[in-house]
């Protein structure tokens, strides 16, 4: 069974930084593309960063380039988002997620997702 736990969520003044982040467990983990995905209130989900499998590397959404990281430890199957300069667009509930092909940070192509940790950024 695959599984996906975030941590790492809070409240946090704007200009601060949060780290988030994802342990995985029940799939190949270095064959997968983990992407953070973020849903804030009345809106839809997005795609804030994917780390794709193999050297196919990292996207970003334009509204978070410059701000967050993302990173990922194969060997200890975790993958983290370091977000820095927090801005309160950026509230939302943020959301881990597994991808079994590895090649994509489409939000419609990710199979496994965790149960989501709240950021909230005041002003």
């Known amino acids: 069974e695959v599984q996906l736990v975030e941590s790492g969520g809070g409240l946090v003044q704007a200009g601060g930084s949060l780290r988030l982040s994802c342990a995985a467990s029940?799939?190949?983990?270095?064959?997968?593309?983990i992407g953070w995905f973020r849903q804030a209130p009345g809106k839809e989900r997005e795609a804030v960063s994917c780390?794709?499998?193999?050297?196919?590397?990292?996207r970003y959404a334009d509204s978070v380039k410059g701000r967050f990281t993302i990173s990922r430890n194969n060997a200890k199957n975790m993958v983290y988002l370091q977000m820095n300069n927090l801005k309160p667009e950026d509230t939302a509930v943020y959301y881990c997620?597994?991808?079994?092909?590895?090649?994509?940070?489409?939000?419609?192509?990710?199979?496994?997702w965790g149960q989501g940790t709240q950021v909230t950024v005041s002003s």
């Open positions: 780390s794709l499998s193999s050297d196919l590397g990292t």
């Open positions: 029940g799939l190949t983990f270095d064959d997968y593309a």
């Open positions: 997620a597994a991808e079994v092909l590895g090649r994509t940070c489409q939000l419609a192509d990710y199979d496994y």
